[in-house]
């Protein structure tokens, strides 16, 4: 039997276990009635006036990359000083029943945002807007509970099915973030052992192999800590994308149970996970594959599908982890992957079962994300088209929107940031412990909204703090510290 057959019998079992010792949790949909919308909520296709959409960027797309900020938080930033955001208070009063409030005038500075993950500028779009306002006005925030109580709702079940469909799985699980989605799948995972493991000579067979990329997001990070106090998860850091390292800890490990997981575009390298290889080492070890597509998905296959169609490998990776507060401009978090796989995490993994689920406005707008996303496929087509002329200006190889300058100590990632603030341009300093110490960079991502003028304006300003001949694909084999 092969390794990927034995991890669905794996989890089967684990199942069961549950189901006997009657821990087994259930989603029980709310139905919310809207009005007439009960039509289009049978028909999650249907494009008509409710998910108008365009063939061509609007004037409201350039509001999410167009941005101001206040004299004083721009003085403040110039010259390092630290911030808890108070400076921007321009409105006193209680804002209560008397409502007496007195603004005061303010002078602002207009930036070009270069430094978000709004990667085709949907937060701004208005059906989206549309979507969450109908929802909000017809519902409030709706039920305000866990999605095991009271929280899932017609809305919410409506936007997995959507987003399973995109990922090409039986199935998908929304969480509050990105963040607890990434949790809820490494902590489930580990509570499998746990459940398997007998008496003390099966504790030991039953013990699972996690194999983590070096640069791996925190929230995998933190995820598999927390695994790891189960006692019974073993885990392997291989060096970032070196597939040959990988294969070598595979090969080496006598564990039946393995699992590799890695992000699918590195957030902050704007690198790719190696797919072809990953496929073909998971073809021949048998692990389960879970993929990070946070910054991926919407971004990169055709349909949006994420980086596993763009590399034609959908069928490849087990549970792919998605966000819905980058290319999607909205909120939340999902998990995509096969029916028992959902009712696994929904019933251990516990960052899910503990938070509450994202208000009915939330997944309204994401919904109509999904839809827009997939109708208006121009704004793939923008993205790329940057990324090549981004290229062209400046020499710089690039492989995604994600651009990564790495410019060494902290001091000179402060000043080439404060050197494009006055430039006019949004784009901060990424310093440790997000990254390495001297690994101390600029990242620059770019969106389906910018313009080439914008481009070529940031890479003018950048030419004046950055060496471009000094810029080389960035290769770490730094391992983070889990």
């Known amino acids: ?34 009005n007439d919308r009960h039509r289009r909520v049978r028909n999650p296709g249907h494009i008509g006036e409710d998910y108008k959409v365009f063939d061509e960027m609007q004037h409201w797309d350039r509001n999410a990359v167009q941005i101001s900020i206040s004299d004083s938080t721009f003085q403040r930033w110039l010259h390092d000083v630290p911030s808890s955001g108070d400076e921007n208070e321009i409105i006193c009063g209680d804002g209560l029943a008397n409502d007496k409030t007195i603004t005061f005038a303010r002078q602002f500075k207009r930036l070009l945002l270069f430094s978000g993950n709004d990667y085709l500028g949907l937060s701004s779009h208005p059906t989206i807007a549309k979507a969450a306002a109908r929802a909000a006005q ?23 099915s959507c987003l399973a469909d995109l990922k090409k799985k039986e199935d998908c699980l929304l969480c509050p973030t990105g963040f607890a989605a990434n949790m809820a799948v490494i902590v489930a995972v580990g509570n499998i052992a746990s459940l398997l493991a007998g008496d003390e000579k099966s504790f030991k067979d039953e013990k699972i192999a996690i194999f983590s990329d070096a640069l791996n997001h925190a929230s995998i990070i ?64 048998g692990f389960l594959l879970v993929l990070d597509d946070a910054h991926g998905t919407f971004v990169c296959g055709k349909s949006g599908g994420g980086v596993a169609e763009q590399f034609n490998c959908e069928r490849d990776v087990d549970i792919c982890v998605g966000t819905l507060s980058k290319a999607a401009g909205c909120q939340g978090g999902f998990i ?19 938070s ?13 994300a999904v839809i827009v ?23 710089i190889p690039i492989t995604s929107p994600i651009i990564s300058l790495i410019v060494g100590n902290e001091e000179k990632a402060l000043q ?67």
């Open 1 to 34: 039997m092969e390794n990927s057959s034995l991890w669905d019998k794996w989890v089967e079992e684990a199942l069961s276990k549950l189901e006997a010792l009657k821990v087994l949790r259930s989603l029980r949909p709310i139905y919310l009635s809207p």
């Open 138 to 160: 017809e519902h409030g925030m709706g039920p305000r509970g866990s999605a095991l109580i009271c929280g899932y709702t017609n809305y919410h079940r409506l936007l997995e």
């Open 222 to 285: 933190d995820g598999i800590r927390i695994a790891e106090r189960t006692k019974m998860v073993e885990v392997f850091v291989y060096k970032h994308c070196d597939m040959s390292h990988l294969k070598t800890l595979l090969s080496c490990c006598t564990m039946r149970k393995k699992v590799v997981v890695t992000d699918s575009l590195f957030s902050m390298d704007g690198d790719f996970a190696p797919m072809v290889e990953l496929v073909k080492l998971r073809r021949k070890y």
């Open 336 to 354: 995509a992957c096969s029916k028992s796989w959902k009712k696994f995490i929904q019933s251990r993994g516990r960052s899910f079962i503990f």
């Open 356 to 368: 509450t689920a994202i208000p009915i406005p939330i997944a309204a707008a994401a919904h109509a």
């Open 373 to 395: 996303s997939n109708k208006e496929t121009w704004r793939r087509r923008a993205i790329w088209n940057h990324v090549q002329y981004f290229h062209a200006l400046t020499g």
């Open 416 to 482: 080439a940031s404060r050197h494009l603030l006055k430039s006019g341009f949004h784009a901060t300093a990424i310093r440790p412990p997000t990254v390495p110490a001297n690994s101390c960079r600029l990242r620059i991502t770019l969106t389906a909204v910018h313009t080439q003028d914008d481009i070529k304006k940031l890479t003018i300003a950048l030419s004046s703090c950055v060496n471009f001949q000094d810029i080389v694909s960035h290769n770490s084999n730094v391992y983070a510290k889990l």
